[in-house]
Structures are given as structure tokens and as C-alpha cells.
């Protein structure tokens, strides 16, 4: 009783507390999606401050297009921000959302009232769900906002764009004699800037200077050294060889360009990166020294590339078939566009760090076009190729003709005053143009290792063929991936450079690599780079996996175990499909696909196999039960129709066979279930053969069953037990019939058992005088009539003939009747 008495009292208890928990519990909810809408509303205001502060600084660098893309980059960013901030309340609104579904609609006038407590729930639930919705309207403005800025940056930058290019200047000032004291005024400020900092290193920078001098070089002798004795065979030219391939021809001259280009680069930005890190370098003079590091990579790299696809020394490893002389001169002059490009990029930065006047900045550009214009009809008016008599040709007419419409286009333009269009033409003439032939040699290159057997023509495949133990097939194989790394290295290099020249800023690269790598929209569908990436990395990670589980599976656990060969293949086979699928899905949910969205891809796969598909589904559910039930295994023989042989090879959707022809059958498992199947080894291969043997009439047939007997008995194959026997079968129509029957503990031994049966029984019979009959075979000998020719005579001989006769039995007639005799008639059959 007293037992029932506390348990009231308890239950009185929670009964009076629940209402207080739930309104504890509510309070709870409540004051944390408050924190969480003032956490989100105190984000959104910040970001509108610095909206706020971008758009007035767009304003004031609108005719900065680096500072335009560095506004672009944040606005982008804070888009990201104000976008995170929307979503960060899905959760809570899916939440309330599910929440007001199960509370329902507040009752209808003249139904019961609901309880306080449901009433006060769905109202604060409303009143958080509209605090929250106005936060994400608010994000969604500000992201609106901040799209309509992005907009606005990229049409000033089309519109300066537009405006460099199309900008007339007055040549009048430019080449005026005032030019000449304003360049002398420039050079000597210059001069005494670069003597200052000298004076200033030496003097407290000594040390400094010295190390990081040392740094570098120490760094550049490891790059050359290093790459000479790596990597000297793969760019440098072999004199000895007197008829290269084209293959190596291509690579030699690639990769000489590539590679040295890059060891400078490294060794020119070691150099400005270790100056930077012991605080020796100026402003200026660090802007100075950047331009400067840029223009001898771009002439290095110009004059790396013509002299790799000329060779002026070495005409059997030339690209372009032009002589020894034309070759040299082409090299000077498109090493000296290089030189005029790049020293008028270099005062040209000069110029702007100094404030220089403009008459100055369009004299230099002037000049510098003007001499690009005039190369570049140079090199199309020489003449490269001698013909057979001796006379020399020039170039093909369209390249020809090209190269003097954008030299003469050049020269025209700076002559109108269109100062930036011919920069921009003389600047993409020679450093685009280095880039694009550099990429297409690349490309060339790699589609040459791609054919077959090109790789293995090359000085590394030739190395690991001697090396190693790769055979042909292999070296294609990696000849495929090296072909494929070229190709991907070459965009990742020669495009963005590409784009950098074409008017793009580094931002504007990193913006696009960012949207690459985190997701491209199309339409309704994300693309991530990344994410595929994942996918692919951890599908191959899960596939080595499965291989080695398998290897490790079958060579130490099973084989260890002895278990049966049939039986570690099928569980080798299971396992590895099983991983394979495996490692699929995790690297299908890796690269960020929802499976839940192939539900209609499943819909048509299904559909396709009620029509299509039939076949195939029939034979990979036929492979699972063959592989489940094992009713034969690898190595068994078996009888399936008129194919017989040795199982190879079961897979889930058919079977290999391999006959004693030395054929490979490739047999759909559903054939192997629906129909018959005769396997000899199914258990063992235990198994009896039978000999027929056939002995002549009047024979000593119980001698004969002895001699049979005693062979089959003699036989070091033939089992004891069971034991062989002789059996008289029947009485043939030429020979008594006999047939013997052993067994064998290898039914696969039974043709040569049954060989050398055949051979003994000769043998035997041949010493006991046993006749073994044959059957006799007539002999047709068929009668030949000499052929008459069908005409007119043969008709009149016959019609003679026959006259004759009746002549002669008429007379014949007539000689028995002068006689008296009577003429007889013939018996009867």
C-alpha cells in the first residue's frame, strides 16, 4: 500500500512540472535562435560597412584596372559571406517548419479552443520565423547588391579596355626636341635613384646583399648543374646523330625551351624573394628590379625557343627546314623584338614609378613599335629556302603576306597615334606568339609519345626498357600518362601566361581557379573540380585497396589454408567486385553527387533492361549463382553442347573455356544454367574410359577376353579399385565385339591411357595370331562408252543399222520356212 502511495505522489510530480520543462525547454529554443539571428544580423551590417566603403573606393580607382580586380575579389568574397549567412538558418527553418505541420491550423470559429500552451508555441514559433526571413531577405539584398558592383567593375574594365586601345595621341609633342632634355632629365633621375640604393646596400646592407646573393647563385648552380646531369639528355641537341627522329626533334626542342626558361625564372624570383627577405630592396628599387626580372625571362625565353626550333649549328635537328644563314638571321631578329619589347616594358615602368611627362611615355612606345613593325617585314621579306638549282625562295605566300600586313598594320597604327593599339599588337606578336609555339611543339610532343611505340623511342623509355622490367605494352601504357601530363601541364603553364597578356589580371585567374575548384553552376547542375578530383583520387585509393586485400586474401589466408583452387577463385572474384563497387560509391559521394538524385537514372536503367538489357542481366545473375553454387570451378572439365575443355576463366557475365585445341570459348553464363552441363571433375577426377576392340569369327574368344584383361591390368595409370574389366558386348555383323573399361584417378590422363591400350593390343594380338577384322569394301568399276557426236550422220548410221537388221530377220524368216522348221518361243522366267 505504501509502495502505491509514493508512486501516485510521483506521478502527481511530473505531471505539475511538465508544463514548467516544456516552457524552460521553449525558452531555451527561443533565446538561442536569438543569439543566432543577432549573430547573423551583427555579420550582414558589417558587410554592408565594407559594401559600402568598396563602392566609394570603385569610384576613386575606376581608371585602375589591377585595383579593380583586388575590389572584385572582395566584393566576390563578401558575396560568398552574405550567401553563408542565409543558409546558416535552413536548419532552424526546417525545424520550425516541421514543427508548425504537426501543431496544425490554429481551430476554426465554433470548434473547441486549443490549449494556451499550443497557442503560445505556433505564435512564437511564427514570430522566429519571420525574424529569421527577414535576416535572409536583408542577406539576399546585400547579395544583390554586391552582384550589381561586380557588374559595374567588369564594364569599367571593358570600358578602360576599350579606351587604352582606341586613345589617339598627339605625335606633334612627342617627337619634339623637347623629348630629347626630358629623356636626359629621366635617365639622370634614374641613374642617381639606382646609385643611391647601391651606395645605401653597400654601405648597411653589405652583408645583406651578399647572402642573398650568394643564396641565389648557390641556388641557380644547383638548378643548371643539377638539371644538366638530370635532365641533359632530354633538351640538349646530340650532335653525333645524323638523322633524328622527328619525335626527339620535338622534344629536344621543347623541352631545351621549357626547362632552362624555368631554372632562370626560379633563380631571377629566388633572387627578388631573398632580397625581399633581408629587407634590401627600396620601393622603387623592388619595382624596378621586379620589371627588370620579368623582361630577361621573356628575351631568355624567346631566344631559348628560336634557337631550339632553328638550330643554327646543328641543321639535322632543325624543325624548320630553312638554311644555316637564314636560320642565324632569324634568331638575331626575333632576339632583338624580344629586347625591344621588353626594354620598352621596363621604361615603361620606369616611367610610371618616376611620374616621367607623356610627351616621353609616347616617344618611347613610338619608337618601339615602329622597330617591331620594321623586323617583323624583315623576316617576312628574307628568303629562307634554296631551291634545287641553286636560287633562293622565300616564304610561303600567306605567311609571308601576314607577317608584312601586321608589321605594316604596326607602323600605321603608331603613326595615327594609336600608341596603345600598336603596343598591344607588338607585345602579343612576340610574347604571345612565343608562348603559342612553345604550346604547340609541347602538344606536338606529347601527341607523338601518345602513338605507339613513341615512347619507347625516347631517351627515357630507352633507359627503362635497359633498366627495368617493362615490356612494350607497358612503356605504351606510360607513354599515354606522360602524353596526358604534358598536355595538362602545358595548359596549366602557357594559359593562364596567355590570359595575362590578353589584358587579364592575376585575379582575375584566381577567381576563375576559385570557381573551378569549389563548384561551376550550369543551369541546375554544380561542377566541382575539387570534387571530382576527390572522387577520382579516392575511388583509385579504394581500387589498389581491393587488389591488395584480394592478393594478400588468396596468396596468405587461402593458400595457407589449402583451400580448394575453384573456391579461392570465387571468393577472389566476390571480393573483388564487392570493393570495386564499393570504392565507387565512396568515391561517387567523395565528389559531392547526391545519390538520392539517380533515382531516375535508375527508372531508365531499369526500363532499359526490361527491353534491352535482358540478356546481360540473365548472364550476371547467372555468373553470381555459378560463382555461389560453383558447380564448376577453374581448371574443371566440362561438357557444355559440343564444347568441351578446360574452364579458365568465370566471370559474372560469362565464362572462359578453353578447348584441347588450344581455342578460347567465351561461353554467356545463362547457357551454363538453363542447359546441360557435363563437368568430369566435378568432385575428382576420378573417371573411366572404355576402348572398344573388335576380334575376328572362328577366334579363341575366352584367349582373346585374357589377353584384353591382362593389358588393361598391366597399365601403370589403371586403378586396382575399381578394378578393370573386359566386357564381350556383342556379335557384330564383321567381328566379335569387345570393350574394355578402367579407371583412371585422372580422367584428364584418359587419351594417353588410351593410346597406349590400342598400341599393346596390336602388339598382343599380333603374338597370339588374334585376327582383328576388317570390313571389306566393293569395288564399282564403271563402264565408259566412247561418246559419238550427236549431229545428222550418227542419226543416218542408226537409221541404217536398224534397216540392216530387219533385212536380216525377214531373210532369216523366210530360210526357216523354206526348211520346215518351227521357230521356238522363249522360256518362261
Not at 448 to 457: K, L, P, Y
Not at 555 to 564: E, F, I, L, Q, T
Not at 690 to 708: N, W
Amino acid at each position: 500500500m505504501l509502495f502505491r502511495l509514493l508512486r501516485f505522489v510521483l506521478v502527481l510530480a511530473i505531471v505539475a512540472s511538465a508544463p514548467l520543462s516544456l516552457d524552460a525547454a521553449a525558452q531555451g529554443l527561443d533565446q538561442a535562435a536569438s543569439g543566432m539571428v543577432a549573430d547573423q544580423q551583427k555579420i550582414l551590417q558589417d558587410l554592408t560597412t565594407r559594401t559600402d566603403n568598396l563602392e566609394k573606393k570603385i569610384q576613386e580607382d575606376g581608371d585602375d584596372d589591377a585595383s579593380l580586380v583586388d575590389i572584385r575579389l572582395q566584393l566576390e568574397e563578401m558575396s560568398r559571406g552574405a550567401l553563408d549567412s542565409a543558409l546558416a538558418f535552413r536548419p532552424r527553418l526546417s525545424e520550425i517548419n516541421a514543427r508548425l505541420d504537426q501543431l496544425g491550423a490554429p481551430p476554426a470559429a465554433g470548434q473547441p479552443p486549443e490549449p494556451d500552451i499550443v497557442t503560445s508555441e505556433r505564435q512564437a514559433l511564427a514570430s522566429e520565423k519571420a525574424e529569421i526571413n527577414a535576416v535572409i531577405a536583408e542577406a539576399q539584398n546585400l547579395s544583390i547588391r554586391i552582384s550589381g558592383l561586380i557588374a559595374k567593375i567588369g564594364n569599367m574594365r571593358s570600358e578602360l579596355f576599350r579606351n587604352l586601345l582606341t586613345k589617339r595621341y598627339v605625335l606633334s609633342d612627342a617627337l619634339s626636341p623637347e623629348v630629347i632634355s626630358d629623356a636626359n632629365g629621366e635617365f639622370t633621375g634614374f641613374y642617381k635613384a639606382v646609385s643611391s640604393w647601391l651606395a645605401f646596400a653597400f654601405k648597411f646592407k653589405f652583408q645583406a646583399v651578399l647572402a642573398a646573393t650568394l643564396t641565389a647563385l648557390s641556388l641557380a648552380a644547383v638548378l643548371f648543374v643539377g638539371g644538366r646531369r638530370l635532365f641533359g639528355r632530354v633538351f640538349e641537341a646530340d650532335p653525333s646523330v645524323e638523322d633524328p627522329s622527328y619525335l626527339s626533334r620535338l622534344s629536344v626542342a621543347f623541352w631545351s625551351t621549357l626547362l632552362p626558361t624555368l631554372a632562370v625564372g626560379v633563380f631571377l624570383v629566388s633572387t627578388v624573394f631573398f632580397f625581399n627577405y633581408y629587407n634590401v630592396l627600396r620601393g622603387d628599387i623592388g619595382v624596378f628590379l621586379n620589371a627588370l626580372v620579368g623582361v630577361i625571362a621573356v628575351v631568355f625565353c624567346v631566344n631559348r625557343l628560336a634557337n631550339a626550333t632553328l638550330e643554327p649549328r646543328l641543321p639535322n635537328w632543325r624543325l624548320i627546314p630553312v638554311e644555316s644563314g637564314p636560320a642565324r638571321w632569324l634568331v638575331r631578329l626575333t632576339t632583338a623584338m624580344a629586347v625591344v619589347i621588353g626594354v620598352n616594358y621596363f621604361l615603361s615602368v620606369v616611367n610610371d614609378t618616376m611620374g616621367s611627362p607623356l610627351s616621353l611615355t609616347i616617344a618611347r612606345s613610338f619608337v618601339a613599335t615602329v622597330i617591331v613593325g620594321i623586323i617583323l617585314i624583315l623576316m617576312a621579306l628574307l628568303k629562307p629556302f634554296k631551291a634545287t638549282d641553286g636560287s633562293w625562295r622565300p616564304w610561303p605566300a600567306w605567311l609571308r603576306y601576314t607577317a608584312v600586313a601586321i608589321g605594316l598594320f604596326t607602323i600605321a597604327t603608331a603613326l595615327l597615334g594609336y600608341i596603345g593599339l600598336a603596343i598591344f599588337v607588338s607585345l602579343q606578336v612576340v610574347v604571345t606568339g612565343t608562348i603559342l609555339v612553345t604550346a604547340y611543339i609541347g602538344f606536338l610532343s606529347a601527341r607523338a609519345i601518345s602513338e605507339e611505340g613513341g615512347f619507347a623511342n625516347t631517351s627515357i623509355g630507352r633507359w627503362l626498357s635497359t633498366n627495368s622490367s617493362y615490356e612494350e605494352s607497358a612503356l605504351d601504357q606510360l607513354g599515354l600518362v606522360v602524353s596526358v601530363a604534358i598536355n595538362l601541364m602545358i595548359v596549366l603553364v602557357f594559359l593562364p601566361l596567355i590570359l595575362l597578356m590578353w589584358g587579364f589580371q592575376p585575379g582575375d585567374i584566381e577567381a576563375w581557379g576559385y570557381k573551378l575548384a569549389t563548384g561551376l553552376t550550369v543551369g541546375s547542375v554544380t561542377i566541382s573540380v575539387t570534387g571530382i578530383l576527390t572522387g577520382i583520387v579516392v575511388f583509385i585509393i579504394g581500387y589498389f585497396l581491393t587488389r591488395w586485400f584480394q592478393g594478400w586474401l588468396d596468396g596468405s589466408v587461402m593458400a595457407r589454408g589449402k583451400v580448394d583452387t575453384g573456391v579461392r577463385n570465387s571468393i577472389r572474384l566476390a571480393v573483388g567486385y564487392a570493393g570495386v563497387a564499393l570504392a565507387a560509391l565512396v568515391g561517387v559521394s567523395a565528389a559531392g553527387i547526391d545519390l538520392s538524385n539517380l533515382a531516375l537514372v535508375a527508372g531508365a536503367l531499369s526500363l532499359g533492361i526490361g527491353f534491352g538489357l535482358q540478356n546481360v542481366v540473365s548472364n550476371f545473375v547467372s555468373g553470381l549463382i555459378l560463382l555461389a553454387e560453383r558447380p564448376f570451378k577453374v581448371g574443371d572439365w566440362i561438357v557444355a553442347g559440343e564444347i568441351s575443355g578446360t574452364v579458365k576463366k568465370i566471370s559474372v557475365r560469362a565464362t572462359e573455356i578453353e578447348t584441347f585445341q588450344r581455342q578460347s570459348v567465351i561461353l554467356p553464363n545463362s547457357n551454363l544454367i538453363n542447359n546441360a552441363v557435363g563437368n568430369w571433375t566435378h568432385r575428382n577426377k576420378l573417371g573411366r574410359i572404355d576402348i572398344k576392340v573388335g576380334v575376328a569369327y572362328g577366334s579363341d574368344v575366352k584367349q582373346a577376353h585374357a589377353v584384353l584383361l591382362e593389358i588393361a591390368r598391366g597399365h601403370p595409370l589403371v586403378l586396382k579399385n575399381p578394378e578393370p574389366f573386359v566386357l564381350f558386348t556383342n556379335f557384330g555383323a564383321a567381328a566379335l565385339e569387345f570393350e574394355i573399361r578402367v579407371f583412371l584417378a585422372d580422367v584428364m590422363n584418359g587419351n594417353i591411357v588410351q593410346n597406349d591400350i590400342r598400341f599393346a593390343v596390336l602388339d598382343e594380338f599380333a603374338d597370339q595370331h588374334i585376327e582383328i577384322p576388317s570390313a571389306p569394301r566393293a569395288v564399282v568399276e564403271t563402264k565408259t562408252h566412247e561418246a559419238w557426236p550427236i549431229d545428222d550422220d550418227k542419226i543416218e548410221v542408226d537409221f541404217a543399222e536398224q534397216e540392216q537388221a530387219k533385212a536380216e530377220a525377214v531373210a532369216e524368216t523366210k530360210r526357216l520356212a523354206r526348211s520346215g522348221r518351227r521357230i521356238r518361243k522363249p522360256d518362261p522366267d
